[in-house]
């Protein structure tokens, strides 16, 4: 049964729809539209150059990810007064309409109409040219989720998805316009209320006041008693609403997602072109933009649409935000990545803008997670407000705040705040404005009595239009909805910050939230597309070790830093938030990994080059085999190094080579007890590894205490370690990004027969080769033991040919501890090992860089990772993720070859995180030999003395991550251990 106002809204919507809505553009003329194609973007220069050729509306065209460029021609129609001109036209893609060589107005879904009247001046005569640049894509691109309309994908699947629906001018009466809006409107609003609910009845009346004053035939001439009588009965009457809400113009533009960064230029273009035409519709509109990296697009693409952009921000109009080069994903990057992001970022914005763009706010609407280290890194970089409205996107419970402190892992705090809109995509219907209402009531534990309402079509951009500016400025006027206030971000800063204060005064304050922002959600971004992840890894070190070489180079190039900024610019892209966690198509990787790896070798050419300097100028003299040994991490380390051909190296051993610095030793330092080999047993005086037939480890111990890493069974046996479990992988709403809980319920372990050969049995290293295939795949990890080593390290290949699967690595481990703790960015986090609550249970899957450690007071094993995030720690069971095979939105995703290392290691409980830490980077940077040294000496840069190793001076201990391993992780280097074990 339907209610009275449905039936009712329903009606109004037929006479809106039938009457009101054609009366709002009461005239078209059509235009003669000629059209050509490309396959690829072409400049408009070129363009407006090219051979057109008549088309008719109903002509088709693609095929998808091609460009078609429109010739509309025409007289120019005189103009009534209240009218003013319009370009309606659509070719059910997206599109830009250039005016003059310059982008004028986007087109697509939502913005049909591009308003003409300050080009077309007034009324005289002539004939009116207008060029326009359609993408075949859809504002989502060319991929569908599951609420998309059967017959729209099947139109999408053909060659020629594209069709000419619409090109004419139009006259636009503003009067009837806005009451066709104001209808709509009301008519939403009604359907919020209740039947015996005294406002309801009010806008009824209102509507029926319309229905009665509206002249069907002669609608323009009614229209504005017919507005006046709704106007007033939305108006208030009584005790306003409480809650004040600051609508903000927003375009969240995903800088790659569904279709590549070559699109988002053009989005770029369309969406800021649009923003400028309704700046000058709507003197009181303002617009909120973040990522430098998009403006930057902008300058070089279209430098006149760009130089209006600098007038409104210098205006106050355009708010140039966020502070940094992209939004970038922060669970996957380095924390030196993060400060890049903030320093390019920051440095852009006053370059383009000087101090009309002040910076202050980090802005991440859309990111997956915050660690904890971000408040102490916003903080120093001058910021004093986050923003972001993912949170709400929690599965398992309900993040419950609006308005609050995060207080970071040092204690540093920043003002953050949840838009509780839940949605930075809000066109300002009633509906959407009353949630966020009703949220910013449940949450704003704050009393802050002020929230902020990004509104306008986003993701794929477009931005705000006149109908959801209209939206806003009539939910002001109207008592059941928030008083809302067109405004910028910075006054809604300005304002939350005030309000902060004044509780602060007599005692009070903003509610505090201590630690990371984990979002329960979109756990798969830990480990879907692994090669981008291992990219990124080796380009963030490699830039950290090449800028530190070459700052202590002796043969400096003014060239090196422009190479270097590049490939800082190119990571930074890289790192958006729907790059690097996985979730775009597979053309977004295929840019990526050719830009990447052109910046990685650009990097290791400045790396190579400055390692080889220092090799030139060494002192060789009096030493038999001269090898220069390079150590990239932050430590002083000992450990084996490979020299030669990566197939069967040699192996020497190098001790106490300086953190980033070098050491010469001649031949080898003298070595650690070797390691033996007998059987399936590995061992090294300091630990001894054992497997079993299926290849996992059926026994890890200490060789200094006897513990025991492995847990035991009620029946007293040990359990394995490094046992491969393959689960069902089938997230409820999105494959890249999910991972959901109930996976772990379709376990199937791979402990069926396996081949296991000692392929190498040397005094410096032994290993283990475990060689295993399932379904349609197959694995070869190799347990690698170093002399001098505490730990293990399982070095795998695997060629992975499984979808809607997940492998993971799990190690039940004989510790007991409530809580675990992980590896972040500039510090580390302890979580729960219990499930006791449903924030806990939330927490199946989280995030961690190079360890994670398990400890009670006198032991502990920590899980150390090569470019793998994904970790789990559940009672005494630690795991951690490998692969994934999500088929959505790339279908290939993760199929083909991969490599990557994880290590155990047992200590005594009571070992510093600086020792793990140590421990990790030692598994993720090996120590290098420079063979170049050998070539001789320099006698101006002599060095006499006896002893024969030479090490680098207090300028090498520059402290760095390292940099990509060159035999791609087959040899593994140990450092010396930490300082106290079992």
Not at 530 to 536: E, G, S, V
Not at 771 to 782: D, K, T, V
Request: one cysteine or more.
């Amino acid at each position: 049964m339907f209610s009275e106002l449905e039936f009712a809204a329903r009606r109004f919507a037929v006479f809106n729809d039938q009457v009101i809505a054609p009366a709002a553009l009461p005239k078209g003329f059509p235009l003669h539209t000629a059209a050509f194609q490309t396959a690829e973007p072409i400049p408009y220069d070129r363009a407006r150059r090219s051979d057109f050729a008549p088309v008719e509306i109903g002509w088709r065209w693609g095929p998808v990810w091609s460009t078609a460029w429109f010739r509309l021609t025409g007289p120019r129609p005189a103009i009534p007064p209240n009218c003013t001109l319009a370009l309606r036209f659509s070719c059910s893609t997206e599109a830009l309409l250039w005016i003059d060589g310059v982008p004028w107005h986007g087109l697509g879904p939502n913005h049909d109409l591009a308003p003409l009247e300050t080009m077309t001046g007034d009324a005289s005569s002539g004939e009116i040219e207008l060029l326009i640049e359609a993408a075949c894509n859809r504002p989502l691109g060319a991929t569908f989720f599951w609420w998309d309309a059967p017959e729209l994908v099947r139109r999408w699947n053909e060659p020629q998805p594209g069709c000419l629906e619409r090109a004419e001018l139009v006259l636009v009466d503003e009067c009837v316009w806005r009451l066709w809006k104001t209808m709509d409107f009301a008519r939403q609003l009604l359907l919020t209320r209740s039947n015996d609910e005294e406002r309801a009845r009010r806008i009824l009346d209102g509507m029926e006041a319309v229905l009665r004053l509206v002249n069907d035939r002669d609608v323009a001439a009614t229209a504005a008693a017919a507005l006046a009588a709704l106007a007033d009965a939305l108006r208030d009457r009584g005790e306003p609403s409480t809650s004040r809400a600051i609508a903000v113009g927003h375009a969240h533009i995903d800088t790659a997602w569904l279709w590549r960064t070559r699109e988002t230029r053009r989005k770029c273009l369309r969406t800021f072109a649009t923003m400028l035409r309704l700046m000058e519709r709507h003197p009181d509109f303002r617009f909120a933009c973040s990522q430098p990296q998009q403006y930057r697009w902008v300058e070089k693409d279209a430098p006149a649409l760009f130089e209006q952009i600098r007038r409104r921000v210098r205006e106050g109009r355009w708010e140039a935000i966020g502070a940094m080069w992209v939004e970038p994903d922060c669970n996957l990057i380095s924390g030196e990545s993060l400060v890049r992001q903030i320093i390019h970022g920051t440095r852009y914005f006053r370059e383009a803008f000087g101090d009309a763009a002040p910076q202050r706010i980090a802005y991440l609407p859309d990111t997956f997670g915050f660690p904890g280290y971000l408040p102490q890194v916003f903080r120093l970089a001058g910021l004093d407000t986050f923003i972001t409205n993912k949170l709400c996107w929690n599965d398992h419970e309900a993040f419950p705040h609006i308005s609050f402190v995060w207080r970071g892992i040092d204690g540093a705090e920043i003002l953050a705040h949840q838009t509780p809109g839940r949605d930075y995509n809000s066109a300002n219907t009633p509906p959407e404005l009353l949630r966020g209402e009703k949220n910013a009531a449940k949450f704003d534990r704050s009393r802050a009595g002020v929230w902020l309402h990004p509104f306008g079509y986003g993701d794929g951009g477009g931005g705000p239009n006149d109908e959801t500016i209209e939206f806003a400025k009539l939910s002001a006027q109207c008592a059941p909805l928030p008083r809302i206030t067109l405004g910028g971000v910075n006054q809604f800063c300005d304002d939350l910050h005030k309000r902060r204060e004044e509780l602060r005064k007599p005692g009070a304050d903003f509610p505090v939230w201590d630690g990371e922002l984990y979002l329960q959600n979109h756990r798969g971004t830990y480990t879907t597309q692994a090669a981008t992840k291992r990219l990124n890894h080796a380009v963030e070190c490699a830039l950290r070790t090449a800028e530190a070489l070459a700052a202590i180079s002796p043969a400096k190039s003014p060239a090196v830093r422009g190479t270097l900024e590049a490939a800082w610019k190119q990571t930074l892209l890289g790192q958006f938030h729907d790059i690097l966690p996985g979730s775009s198509i597979p053309q977004v990787y295929e840019d990526n990994t050719r830009d990447l790896a052109a910046q990685l070798a650009a990097v290791e050419c400045v790396r190579a080059a400055a390692v080889a300097a220092v090799a030139t100028i060494v002192d060789t003299r009096g030493l038999a085999a001269p090898l220069l040994v390079f150590n990239p991490t932050s430590q002083v380390r000992s450990g084996v190094v490979s020299v030669g051909d990566a197939g069967n190296p040699s192996r020497s051993y190098a001790s106490d080579v300086p953190a980033l610095g070098f050491a010469m030793i001649d031949g080898s330092s003298p070595p650690p007890p070797p390691v033996q080999a007998a059987g399936r047993t590995l061992s090294n005086g300091l630990i001894s590894v054992t497997l079993d037939n299926a290849g996992r480890i059926a026994e890890l111990r200490c060789l200094r205490s006897g513990r025991i890493a492995n847990a035991r069974r009620s029946d007293g046996a040990l359990e394995p370690l490094n046992q491969l479990v393959l689960y069902e992988d089938y997230p409820r709403y999105f494959e890249a990004w999910d991972i959901d809980d109930e996976y772990r319920r379709t376990a199937s372990p791979l402990d069926s027969s396996c081949t296991i050969e000692l392929i190498e049995h040397g005094p410096l290293r032994a290993r283990l080769a475990v060689q295993r295939s399932f379904g349609a795949s197959s694995i070869l990890q190799e347990y690698v033991l170093d002399a001098g080593s505490p730990r293990i390290d399982i070095h795998t290949t695997a060629e992975w040919r499984e979808q809607k699967r997940l492998l993971r690595a799990l190690f039940p481990v004989a510790v007991r501890a409530r809580s675990a703790t992980y590896d972040i960015s500039f510090g580390h986090i302890e979580r729960p090992t219990h499930r006791n609550t449903a924030w806990e249970r939330g927490m199946f899957e989280v995030c961690a860089h190079r360890w994670m450690n398990l400890a009670q007071a006198d032991f502990g094993v920590a899980l150390l990772s090569f470019r793998k995030y994904g970790f789990s720690c559940e009672g005494h069971v630690m795991g951690l993720s490998l692969l994934r095979g999500p088929m959505f939105p790339d279908p290939a995703a993760d199929q083909g070859s991969h490599e990557f290392s994880y290590s155990l290691l047992m200590h005594d409980g009571g070992t510093p995180a600086a020792a793990l830490r140590a421990e990790a980077d030692a598994l993720n940077e090996q120590l290098e030999a420079a063979p170049e040294a050998r070539r001789g000496w320099r006698a101006r840069h002599c060095a006499t003395g006896g002893n024969h190793r030479r090490r680098g001076n207090a300028r090498d201990r520059v402290e760095s991550a390292g940099h990509e391993r060159r035999d791609g992780g087959s040899a593994r280097t140990p450092a010396r251990g930490p300082g106290r074990s079992p």
